[in-house]
Nanobody, 112 residues
């Protein structure tokens, strides 16, 4: 069973940037996605990337988030720029649709 470990979150001011990483313990050929879950809300998909590198984004993050992957390292990244307070959430990665057990996620807090 592939395990997913997210990292890179933190506390940033509005307008700041972060780069999140998701390391998988095995090779993933599937579409990979970054999800987030804000307090009191359901988990939502914010970005996805195929094994060939084709990407898709939720409207709320389009133009600010960039997903990428390094298949050789079994790692998926999420560059997040122009952060807004409403981006505050725990960020997770998984296949899309979700197939593997969820990791612990990485907390992103946007606050001045």
């Amino acid at each position: 069973q592939v395990q997913l470990v997210e990292s890179g979150g933190g506390l940033v001011q509005p307008g700041g940037s972060l780069r999140l990483s998701c390391a998988a313990s095995g090779t993933i050929f599937n579409v990979m996605g970054w999800y987030r879950q804000a307090p009191g809300k359901e988990r939502e998909l914010v970005a996805e990337i195929t094994s060939e590198g084709n990407t898709g984004y939720a409207l709320s993050v389009k133009g600010r988030f960039t997903i990428s992957r390094d298949n050789a390292k079994n790692t998926v990244y999420l560059q997040i720029n122009s952060l807004k307070p409403e981006d505050t959430a725990v960020y997770y990665c998984n296949t899309h649709p979700p197939h593997f057990p969820w990791g612990q996620g990485t907390q992103v807090t946007v606050s001045s």
